[in-house]
């Protein structure tokens, strides 16, 4: 059998490194492009994206505007210490001296009891809720409106009492009984038509 030529195995090598090079060109053409692509969709995502959070940044922005301007009910959560410290070194009308301390009463769920009064007379200058009774609309007894709001919000997010004793656990708040919650919840549902409108 004639041996091969060396010319003969040195082309058909030069071929086959000539068709393999082309081919991982081509691939390393395919995968830059298809990286490139990638890149631009994942560019075109974060953009979006950015755009969606910037978008629902300024719906906040304009809610807590809109919340500025409202002038029915509205809450801020704020430390009953701060609250108190308001009034140290607010001097008495009657006998002129910085004594005036507020002390929590009876609460009822969210809504409580405050009292204002001076330790040198001991005169009682103010006594209210923290949240304002809801108008009169039917036979049953009518809530404080904070705590109307306060569960619908639960309600609405598909908690119950569980939740509610979560919350207020984690911000060391008096907790609302069961019995409160269970309450204004059927008072939600039998007065839901006519309460609404002050929600909104």
């Known amino acids: 059998m004639p041996r091969t030529k060396r010319k ?3 082309s058909k090598l030069s071929i086959q490194k000539r068709w393999c090079t082309e081919i ?7 995968i830059s492009e298809h990286n490139s692509n990638v890149a631009q969709h994942s560019c075109g995502k974060r953009i979006l994206r950015n755009e969606r959070i910037s978008m629902q940044e300024k719906s906040v922005l304009e809610q807590e505007n809109v919340a500025d301007t ?5 809450y801020i959560i704020i430390d009953k210490n701060t609250l108190c410290d308001i ?9 002129n001296q910085s004594t005036l301390k507020l002390e929590f009463g009876h609460k009822c769920g969210f809504s409580h009891q405050l009292k204002l009064v001076c330790k040198t007379c001991s005169e009682q200058k103010m006594e209210c ?3 304002l009774r809801l108008e009169k609309k039917s036979n049953t007894s009518t809530p404080f409106d904070v705590n109307v709001r306060a569960v619908q919000a639960f309600l609405a997010i598909s908690g119950g009492h569980a939740s509610v004793e979560k919350c207020c656990m984690s911000l060391n708040m008096p907790l609302m009984s069961s019995k409160t919650f269970n309450e204004i919840k059927c008072y ?11 929600l909104c």
């Open 8 to 10: 003969n195995k040195s």
């Open 24 to 30: 991982k060109t081509q691939s390393n053409m395919d």
């Open 70 to 74: 409202y002038d029915g009910p509205s």
């Open 87 to 95: 009034f140290k070194y607010t001097l008495c009308g009657i006998c």
């Open 129 to 131: 809720f923290t949240s």
């Open 188 to 198: 939600i549902n039998t007065v839901w038509e006519l309460f609404l409108p002050k």
